[in-house]
């Protein structure tokens, strides 16, 4: 089984983060763990702790979220891009990923997957965010 990069990786964590925010604006019950496998095929601890991360500190994420947004909330969002911001944005604050790998990553993603004043947003409130609280 050939080892996915960092970078799809993020891609499968999105799609996951993604469903997860659909299952929950509608009230469907779900298990994590079957998401998680649902996607990934392999076991693996990047995905695992990447997903579970963003679930468990999602209301503090969504503060840090509102407050880089400009003029915006991140419930205005659409479900990916609300991904990619929570996976930014926990990346950041939790792990020891380069913030600049953290921030071009979501970048990335954003520009495959949003349109380009919403990865725009999300590059700006990584961005503010990372020099505000992380670079202090």
Same mark, same amino acid.
């Given at each position: 089984?050939?080892?996915?990069?960092?970078?799809?990786?993020?891609?499968?964590?999105?799609?996951?983060?993604?469903?997860?925010?659909?299952?929950?604006? $509608?009230? !469907?019950?779900?298990?994590?763990?079957?998401?998680?496998?649902?996607?990934?095929?392999?076991?693996?601890?990047?995905?695992?702790?990447? !997903?579970?991360?963003?679930?468990?500190?999602? $209301?503090?994420?969504?503060?840090?979220?509102?407050?880089?947004?400009?003029?915006?909330?991140?419930?205005? +969002?659409? $479900?990916?891009?609300? @991904?990619? +911001?929570?996976?930014?944005?926990?990346? +950041?604050?939790?792990?020891?990923?380069?913030?600049? !790998?953290?921030?071009?990553?979501?970048?990335?993603?954003?520009?495959?997957?949003?349109?380009?004043?919403?990865?725009?947003?999300? $590059?700006? @409130? +990584?961005? @503010?965010?990372?020099?505000?609280?992380?670079?202090?």
């Amino acid at each position: 089984m050939e080892k996915l990069s960092r970078t799809e990786l993020r891609k499968k964590i999105m799609t996951i983060l993604y469903q997860i925010n659909v299952y929950q604006k $509608n009230k !469907v019950s779900y298990q994590v763990e079957d998401m998680i496998k649902e996607v990934c095929e392999i076991e693996n601890e990047f995905v695992k702790d990447m !997903v579970y991360g963003v679930i468990t500190y999602q $209301n503090e994420i969504d503060e840090i979220a509102n407050k880089y947004l400009k003029n915006w909330t991140i419930d205005r +969002l659409g $479900n990916t891009d609300q @991904a990619i +911001l929570r996976m930014g944005i926990y990346e +950041l604050k939790y792990t020891d990923t380069p913030p600049i !790998v953290v921030i071009n990553e979501a970048t990335r993603l954003a520009k495959d997957y949003s349109d380009d004043d919403v990865r725009k947003m999300i $590059n700006a @409130a +990584l961005d @503010a965010y990372y020099h505000d609280e992380i670079d202090a």
